[in-house]
């Protein structure tokens, strides 16, 4: 899974609660999705969150332990393509 990564919160900002509990609901959905695309053990897939707050800390913490692992934050696509082929070569 790859984000592209782009400015973080300043340091010390604090996000309001309702900040907090959108977020909560979009990962919920992420989540879902993520396990719609892996349905089981030898499954796999490619997911690519290209928006720049899925390369913050707090988000990826969000994201479950199994995924969060495998997880990759590129400043540019190019770097995320070359991984993507690596991947999905070693899967054939």
């Given at each position: 899974m790859f984000s592209l990564q782009a400015s973080f919160l300043p340091e010390g900002e604090v996000r309001s609660?309702?900040?907090i509990y959108y977020e909560s609901l979009c990962f919920?959905?992420?989540n879902q999705s993520i396990g719609k695309a892996i349905r089981h053990s030898k499954d796999y897939?490619?997911?690519i969150l290209a928006d720049h707050r899925y390369s913050r800390p707090n988000s990826?913490?969000?994201l479950p332990g199994w995924i969060a692992i495998h997880f990759k934050v590129s400043a540019n696509f190019?770097?995320?393509l070359a991984s993507i082929r690596k991947f999905l070569s070693m899967r054939k």
């Open positions: 609660p309702g900040q919920k959905a992420v897939a490619v997911l990826i913490s969000s190019g770097p995320s």
